[in-house]
């Protein structure tokens, strides 16, 4: 029987955690032989228990509610009472850990072979991580039905107790990501980075890519030409503005064009130009938040006569170093009407313009599907189907996700580089997932639109249940594939999937429904995440373990690093 020492397995193996073995031993062991616990030192956040382990110990420890690594056996037990943050948790009783006077190791209690076996366990397998992931979603906001929809297939813990310690920290607030990173744990991850709000504005994202573009031309061709009204441009001459501020000239009105505010989401705002007097009617606007004015692209590649754009999910594992990941699924978002070229006669028509969810649902002609391998029908269909029925109809689908790929990578390797006086801690321990809009032209080409720094996650669809467009959610048949996620999805949802709903997401009463779409994509990409994220957490290898070993047998796959 071997005697080891055991601290929190997640700060051992944080890259930021170094043993305090000669300043702390003679202390750790004269505690731990008085008091059968450990002194809460650099090692241990708080006071822990130790005992022994064997392999016929090992299952009755896992049993008792303990966290362990697989094949390791390896238990931590906090004090018995101990507070983790505002939630006491119990844990067996110190009498019952048994302790060996023949241990080699009893007499100098160190963590060093213990993150040494760890090292040795993580870095030969990283895919047995145990399913013991603690993942607090107090904050999640919108994002817990789906998170707590992939918990449940996968045996993760939730908390929705503010301060309770966890693994994972799922944000969704300014206040709460600024709050949580000041006293983020090197063995934590939180789901944000702070400053990537500012970075996926509007204008501060077209700042970074005309730079990109002046340092290297040739690879950030996909970003349209774009110009730059912060908000002071209605009251600045065009001297005095500076190098990133841009007024918008006559001719550039020989092709349409396509306003943004800075600060909008969902659609909001966004309105063609066709003429310079369209834009003085945007005054306001301006004034108010900025906004950015952006080359239309006209001649879209289209699916069965409608515009569609692509959303993809980048997951940006670690700043430092840099690791980022690409969603295998996305969504492919079209249009409500059939396409028509923008003119002064149809500018105002967004429902052939604008693929939107928020804008489209509430058009009578949108077309729910609850089929996710079909890709021929639905105003939403999963990028593998679209891709599919593409390839049907000639289309180098290849090509089409190579340049996905390569928008992506060049897309995150300019946003990290805007963190490089980041705190260390954030560059490794936040990560984030961004939403990527691409759009195709009919040569295949295709063009960033732009970056969601908060891609929604929302999982259902609403259907109008008065008004001329009335209609039925849609039933899924027992025997489908999708029927057990869409049970387990309206199961999350609640009262939100049983009764009539007045909320703001339809000027209609309605009800809300799962949509096997959204969850087929948005299910793979939040999996995928926190599965990577834990065994990025227990790897503890030094270099990080790449991109492409964490990513086995996920729904994501290895972009850079």
Known sequence: MVQ????????????????????????????REKTGRCLPCLDHKRPSLHGAWDSNTAGNNQNAGSRSLPSLGLSVFSRPGAVDGKTKRTRPDSAKLSASPKSPLTAKPTCTKVRSLMVAHTSRDLGECGKSLVVNVS????????????????????????????????????????????????????????????????????????????????RFTFWPRSYILPPETVALSQHMLDEDSD???????????????ANASCGHGISLLMKPWDLDKKRDAIKSNGAIVQEYISSPLLLQGLKWDLRVYVLVLSLQPLRALLCKEGLARLCCEPYMAPSMMNKANISCHLTNYSISKCCGSYSHTNDPADGSRGNKRTWSSTLAFLETLGHDVNLLRDQVREIAAATTEAMASEFSRAEVHVKRNCFHILGLDIIFNEEGRGWLLEVNCHPSFCIDSVFPAEGPFAEAPLEVSPDSPEAPVMMAARAAMGAKAKKLCRCLAHHWPHRHAPCAVDLAAKTACMSGTLEVVQRDLYAATCPPPCCAELAAGTGLEALIG
């Not at 919108?142 to 799922?170: F, H, M």
Request: charged share 30%; proline share 8%.
């Open 247 to 261: 007024i918008v000239p006559s001719d550039a009105f020989h092709e349409p064009l396509i306003f943004k505010p």
């Open 4 to 31: 080891l020492t055991t601290s929190p397995l997640l700060d051992m193996v944080s890259p930021r955690w170094s043993p305090p073995v000669k300043k702390f031993e003679a202390r750790h062991a004269s505690e």
């Open 139 to 218: 904050d999640a906001g919108r994002n817990r039905t789906v998170i707590s929809v992939v918990a449940r297939d996968e045996g993760w813990q939730l908390d929705s107790t503010i301060d309770a310690e966890a693994d994972v920290y799922v944000v969704s607030t300014e206040k709460e990501v600024h709050r949580r990173a000041r006293c983020l744990q090197p063995s934590q991850r939180m789901s944000q980075i702070p400053g990537m709000r500012n970075l996926c504005n509007k204008i501060g994202f077209a700042k970074l890519m005309r730079r990109m573009q002046r340092l290297d031309p040739e």
